[in-house]
């Protein structure tokens, strides 16, 4: 508990410096936050033009379902880059420059430094426009949000969160033995996108790679899958 409390504290710290550095740079909160409206409005519009060009459904998914899944993404995405993404890139910096030889000596727990050192509240609040399109889903749907559906869905919110930054974390250590890894992180981006689209799309065969290797279904399929009742008990403790 103590732990727990010395954490909230620090991450709560951190948040205030943060904040106070990104209004200083207000630029920068608009452009994350128009670029995230436009990546979002880039992924309507092209499942829509696939539903208005006569597709009933996308691997069995309703065009709300669809939607709903676009949103969830965006949710954990803004969630991730909120507390890891001004970080995660520069750990092969400090590792080429020695300056992570300081951060072992620090008397905090060294990955969680690196990875929550700076945080970016602009993903934070650019996140938000994500919500409107998961209220409109939701309604589609005719879904009765109770509390313990909130609280699985919240969970698992936070599963596809902690598989996000893994595979984010996990490339960035390559530095120790890679100068340059930009090749390895672009590759493992790319693939990450992938959680773009529904599960039941790709071959049953696969399932299990998506699932336990690269869990990409884990990060906003799962949650979108609870929430519209679907999450199998399988599926379900593969997220536990």
Same mark, same amino acid.
Request: proline share 4%.
């Given at each position: 508990?103590? *732990?727990?409390?010395?954490?909230?504290?620090?991450?709560?710290?951190?948040? *205030?410096?943060?904040?106070?550095?990104?209004?200083?740079?207000?630029?920068?909160?608009?452009?994350?936050?128009?670029?995230?409206?436009?990546?979002?409005?880039?992924?309507?519009?092209?499942?829509?033009?696939?539903?208005?060009?006569?597709?009933?459904?996308?691997?069995?998914?309703?065009?709300?379902?669809?939607?709903?899944?676009?949103?969830?993404?965006?949710?954990?995405?803004?969630?991730?880059?909120?507390?890891?993404?001004?970080?995660?890139?520069?750990?092969?910096?400090?590792?080429?420059?020695?300056?992570?030889?300081?951060?072992?000596?620090?008397?905090?727990?060294?990955?969680?430094?690196?990875?929550?050192?700076?945080?970016?509240?602009?993903?934070?609040?650019?996140?938000?426009?994500?919500?409107?399109?998961?209220?409109?889903?939701?309604?589609?749907?005719?879904?009765?949000?109770?509390?313990?559906?909130?609280?699985?869905?919240?969970?698992?919110?936070?599963?596809?969160?902690?598989?996000?930054?893994?595979?984010?974390?996990?490339?960035?250590?390559?530095?120790?033995? *890679?100068?340059?890894?930009?090749?390895?992180?672009?590759?493992?981006?790319?693939?990450?996108?992938?959680?773009?689209?529904?599960?039941?799309?790709?071959?049953?065969?696969?399932?299990?790679?998506?699932?336990?290797?690269?869990?990409?279904?884990?990060?906003?399929?799962?949650?979108?899958?609870?929430?519209?009742?679907?999450?199998?008990?399988?599926?379900?403790?593969?997220?536990?």
């Amino acid at each position: 508990m103590d *732990k727990a409390r010395a954490f909230a504290r620090l991450l709560w710290v951190l948040a *205030k410096h943060s904040s106070v550095r990104a209004m200083q740079y207000p630029m920068t909160f608009w452009s994350i936050f128009f670029g995230s409206v436009g990546e979002l409005l880039v992924q309507v519009l092209f499942f829509s033009l696939i539903y208005l060009a006569g597709a009933t459904s996308i691997g069995g998914w309703s065009v709300a379902e669809v939607i709903l899944l676009q949103a969830m993404t965006g949710i954990v995405a803004s969630i991730e880059l909120f507390l890891f993404g001004a970080n995660i890139g520069q750990i092969p910096r400090l590792i080429r420059t020695g300056r992570l030889d300081k951060a072992l000596l620090l008397p905090i727990n060294t990955q969680l430094l690196l990875s929550c050192y700076t945080l970016s509240p602009e993903w934070l609040i650019s996140g938000l426009v994500n919500v409107p399109l998961l209220v409109w889903a939701v309604r589609q749907l005719e879904i009765k949000m109770t509390l313990g559906l909130w609280l699985h869905t919240s969970l698992l919110v936070f599963v596809g969160v902690t598989v996000s930054y893994a595979l984010s974390f996990i490339p960035a250590t390559l530095a120790f033995w *890679k100068e340059n890894i930009f090749s390895v992180q672009a590759l493992v981006s790319e693939v990450v996108n992938f959680r773009n689209y529904p599960i039941s799309i790709f071959p049953a065969k696969y399932h299990w790679l998506i699932m336990h290797v690269f869990p990409i279904a884990l990060i906003s399929n799962f949650p979108t899958l609870a929430i519209t009742s679907q999450l199998t008990a399988y599926q379900s403790g593969v997220a536990v």
